[in-house]
């Protein structure tokens, strides 16, 4: 028989806050998060993220523009920003069906990008959201920290994690503390992943400080206005919010990407959409063209029947085969026609005018499980960093014609590590395309290395998933993460590179070198007076 002694009972004690406490603090979390891009590319890839926190007891409420809608997800509240595709097709509309220069992309991302926070802003149900008093948050997770809605952070009194579904730009880096630098690491957004010659040297420094100086004079301060608009006065300013980050998740992997020294309040996460192998569904037979088969077939038999193998294009969720240019699409069709390959073709129409007999259209494909089929030969890709990563995952060569954004940047790397080849898909040729199609297919180097690089990226210490779940739990234990953040973060530009340290030096220089100069004079004009001077006889 237990003699309830006080010791006994301090320990029942213990034990009952243990088991009753520490799960609520653990897995019982109240968490916001926010979706900005109206872009299933950049919606898809941290789904897992929210169903794995919701699955594990959290309270989860997403702002996103692409709703999972899963009911069996009870404690995942989704606020549905389906609305703002619109805002944002008619913004970049111009940069997806036609070549534009660097500076007017530059300026149309910017102002979509400021309309579609608007329109989300304004939103009934975020507006709701925002002036519930009732409200409370134990962390908000953001995409895209360069956004009004940093503000919500300080709403709710709680800690704030960034994450991004592209590598991070470097202005965003250098508000994060990661050390940058314009030869080693030029930004995504620029064509070269290297800056190996004098004009590309030159071009990655003149655009580094050009964005930051467009981000610290141009687009901050709008959206400061747009923060005291949405949130009041009171609630700072975009940079005094991203510099109180605690967490920046990144949807990159140092296999795939580059390796660079990384700060512990950025967390690598490449891959976390990665879903594991399934049987192939059945392509929706209102979504299928079936003018080169008598009778619908499900997409696995299409597949398996391909005994040459079979090519597998798409231009991914942004850009639209239909809006192509009637030409390219017309070279495209008599390339594709001069195959000996089967070809899916991620097509928006439910017809394809002069379509060869060995081109399959549809709306949409089960693009991770066609990339995993046995008799695949190749991928032709926009060069989108999900469709280039999914490929590389599952050891697919690629052709990419990229279009606009960070896509250069990935087939320039791709090309690099000899996983594919490049093709202007603006000024697109039958002959170019077609050569690079067969070289890619009939040149096993290709298909050997992209394979090498899919066991190096796999072969991780622990999933990427698993990782960021930790991460962000670890945020919420904690309530924030700033002990980890880098001495970076808060000293200028001057102090980074030396630029005092530097100018005290060479005024030293200067002012030794003036006094040397100046004590030479003075002592060569004596020297000279004394030996030099003429005698006079006295009288």
């Given at each position: 028989?237990?003699?309830?002694?006080?010791?006994?009972?301090?320990?029942?004690?213990?034990?009952?806050?243990?088991?009753?406490?520490?799960?609520?603090?653990?897995?019982?979390?109240?968490?916001?998060?926010?979706?900005?891009?109206?872009?299933?590319?950049?919606?898809?890839?941290?789904?897992?993220?929210?169903?794995?926190?919701?699955?594990?007891?959290?309270?989860?409420?997403?702002?996103?523009?692409?709703?999972?809608?899963?009911?069996?997800?009870?404690?995942?509240?989704?606020?549905?920003?389906?609305?703002?595709?619109?805002?944002?097709?008619?913004?970049?509309?111009?940069?997806?069906?036609?070549?534009?220069?660097?500076?007017?992309?530059?300026?149309?991302?910017?102002?979509?990008?400021?309309?579609?926070?608007?329109?989300?802003?304004?939103?009934?149900?975020?507006?709701?959201?925002?002036?519930?008093?009732?409200?409370?948050?134990?962390?908000?997770?953001?995409?895209?920290?360069?956004?009004?809605?940093?503000?919500?952070?300080?709403?709710?009194?709680?800690?704030?994690?960034?994450?991004?579904?592209?590598?991070?730009?470097?202005?965003?880096?250098?508000?994060?503390?990661?050390?940058?630098?314009?030869?080693?690491?030029?930004?995504?957004?620029?064509?070269?992943?290297?800056?190996?010659?004098?004009?590309?040297?030159?071009?990655?420094?003149?655009?580094?400080?050009?964005?930051?100086?467009?981000?610290?004079?141009?687009?901050?301060?709008?959206?400061?206005?747009?923060?005291?608009?949405?949130?009041?006065?009171?609630?700072?300013?975009?940079?005094?919010?991203?510099?109180?980050?605690?967490?920046?998740?990144?949807n990159t992997n140092s296999v795939l990407g580059r390796s660079r020294p990384m700060v512990p309040t950025v967390v690598q996460v490449g891959g976390i959409n990665r879903a594991p192998p399934k049987?192939?569904?059945?392509?929706?037979?209102?979504?299928?063209?079936?003018?080169?088969?008598?009778?619908?077939?499900?997409?696995?038999?299409?597949?398996?029947?391909?005994?040459?193998?079979?090519?597998?294009?798409?231009?991914?969720?942004?850009?639209k085969s239909k809006d192509l240019p009637p030409q390219t699409r017309e070279v495209l069709l008599e390339a594709f026609a001069e195959l000996p390959y089967r070809i899916l073709w991620k097509f928006?129409?439910?017809?394809?005018?002069?379509?060869?007999?060995?081109?399959?259209?549809?709306?949409?494909?089960?693009?991770?499980?066609v990339l995993k089929h046995p008799n695949i030969k190749l991928f032709i890709t926009q060069g989108g960093l999900q469709s280039m990563e999914e490929a590389i995952f599952e050891g697919v060569p690629?052709?990419?014609?990229?279009?606009?954004?960070?896509?250069?940047?990935?087939?320039?790397?791709?090309?690099?590590?000899?996983?594919?080849?490049?093709?202007?898909?603006?000024?697109?040729?039958?002959?170019?395309?077609?050569?690079?199609?067969?070289?890619?297919?009939?040149?096993?180097?290709?298909?050997?290395?992209?394979?090498?690089?899919?066991?190096?990226?796999?072969?991780?210490?622990?999933?990427?998933?698993?990782?960021?779940?930790?991460?962000?739990?670890?945020?919420?234990?904690?309530?924030?993460?700033?002990?980890?953040?880098?001495?970076?973060?808060?000293?200028?530009?001057?102090?980074?590179?030396?630029?005092?340290?530097?100018?005290?030096?060479?005024?030293?220089?200067?002012?030794?070198?003036?006094?040397?100069?100046?004590?030479?004079?003075?002592?060569?004009?004596?020297?000279?007076?004394?030996?030099?001077?003429?005698?006079?006889?006295?009288?």
């Amino acid at each position: 028989m237990m003699v309830l002694t006080q010791e006994v009972i301090r320990q029942l004690l213990a034990q009952t806050f243990i088991l009753l406490v520490i799960p609520n603090l653990a897995f019982g979390s109240r968490i916001l998060a926010y979706v900005v891009t109206p872009s299933y590319s950049h919606q898809v890839v941290f789904r897992p993220l929210w169903r794995e926190l919701s699955l594990r007891g959290h309270n989860v409420t997403l702002l996103t523009t692409h709703p999972m809608n899963d009911p069996a997800l009870t404690n995942l509240t989704e606020i549905d920003l389906s609305s703002s595709y619109e805002v944002m097709s008619r913004g970049l509309s111009k940069v997806l069906t036609s070549e534009v220069n660097p500076f007017t992309s530059m300026r149309i991302y910017i102002d979509t990008f400021n309309d579609v926070m608007d329109h989300q802003m304004r939103h009934p149900f975020v507006q709701d959201l925002l002036n519930n008093p009732s409200m409370e948050f134990d962390v908000f997770l953001l995409e895209s920290m360069m956004a009004p809605a940093v503000a919500f952070a300080k709403r709710f009194e709680c800690p704030l994690v960034g994450f991004t579904s592209l590598p991070a730009i470097e202005t965003l880096n250098n508000y994060m503390g990661v050390p940058t630098h314009p030869v080693l690491y030029p930004d995504v957004l620029l064509p070269f992943d290297k800056a190996e010659t004098l004009p590309e040297r030159v071009i990655s420094l003149v655009y580094q400080l050009f964005m930051q100086l467009v981000t610290d004079f141009y687009v901050h301060p709008i959206q400061n206005v747009a923060i005291e608009r949405y949130f009041g006065k009171g609630y700072g300013t975009v940079h005094e919010h991203v510099a109180n980050t605690s967490l920046m998740i990144v949807n990159t992997n140092s296999v795939l990407g580059r390796s660079r020294p990384m700060v512990p309040t950025v967390v690598q996460v490449g891959g976390i959409n990665r879903a594991p192998p399934k049987p192939l569904a059945e392509v929706p037979e209102s979504h299928v063209c079936s003018l080169i088969i008598p009778h619908l077939q499900p997409l696995k038999t299409i597949l398996d029947t391909s005994t040459d193998g079979f090519i597998y294009f798409s231009l991914g969720s942004n850009v639209k085969s239909k809006d192509l240019p009637p030409q390219t699409r017309e070279v495209l069709l008599e390339a594709f026609a001069e195959l000996p390959y089967r070809i899916l073709w991620k097509f928006e129409l439910d017809d394809l005018p002069k379509k060869p007999e060995n081109v399959i259209i549809s709306r949409w494909f089960p693009q991770t499980d066609v990339l995993k089929h046995p008799n695949i030969k190749l991928f032709i890709t926009q060069g989108g960093l999900q469709s280039m990563e999914e490929a590389i995952f599952e050891g697919v060569p690629m052709v990419g014609m990229p279009v606009f954004a960070d896509q250069p940047g990935n087939v320039q790397k791709m090309v690099r590590k000899g996983f594919g080849l490049y093709v202007n898909i603006w000024g697109l040729e039958k002959g170019a395309l077609k050569q690079a199609v067969v070289e890619v297919i009939e040149n096993p180097t290709y298909r050997s290395k992209v394979r090498e690089a899919s066991r190096l990226a796999l072969d991780q210490p622990i999933g990427a998933l698993e990782l960021a779940v930790w991460w962000v739990e670890y945020v919420i234990r904690h309530k924030g993460a700033t002990h980890f953040q880098s001495p970076l973060r808060h000293i200028s530009w001057c102090q980074y590179l030396l630029l005092d340290v530097i100018a005290v030096l060479l005024l030293v220089i200067v002012l030794f070198l003036t006094v040397t100069y100046i004590s030479i004079r003075i002592i060569t004009k004596y020297i000279r007076k004394v030996l030099f001077q003429p005698k006079f006889k006295s009288e």
